[in-house]
Nanobody, 122 residues
């Protein structure tokens, strides 16, 4: 029943933009923070953005000022607007439902999406 399905990934040039979407269902999202994680080859999965039920957002320093997380409750959809893309943003991006107390901690994620690939080239 629980589903989180990402879309919107692809290839983009450095300096460009992409918007990721995550449709979710099967759980009460107000009980969690919704978050985006990413994982590049050979690197740890890291939390990059989260949003709580009140719309408060938090970001990792690596994406602050460039990425924006948002949520449309009516559509049960989470978004990540990615601007000023860098080559280092290349990674698999995952939608997640996570404890708000430690939103960036992989071990505290309750539900994961399947991931969508973002590739940024120079």
């Amino acid at each position: 029943q629980v589903q989180l399905v990402e879309s919107g990934g692809g290839s983009e040039q450095a300096g460009g933009s992409l918007r990721l979407s995550c449709g979710f269902s099967g759980f009460t999202d107000s009980k969690y923070c919704m978050a985006w994680f990413r994982q590049a080859p050979g690197k740890l999965r890291e939390g990059i953005a989260a949003i709580d039920s009140d719309g408060n957002a938090a970001y990792a320093d690596s994406v602050k000022g460039r990425f924006t997380i948002s949520k449309d409750n009516a559509k049960n959809t989470l978004y990540l607007q990615m601007n000023s893309l860098k080559v280092d943003d290349t990674a698999m991006y995952y939608c997640a439902a996570v404890s708000c107390y430690a939103w960036s901690v992989v071990e505290d994620v309750n539900y994961w999406g399947q991931g969508t690939q973002v590739t940024v080239s120079s």
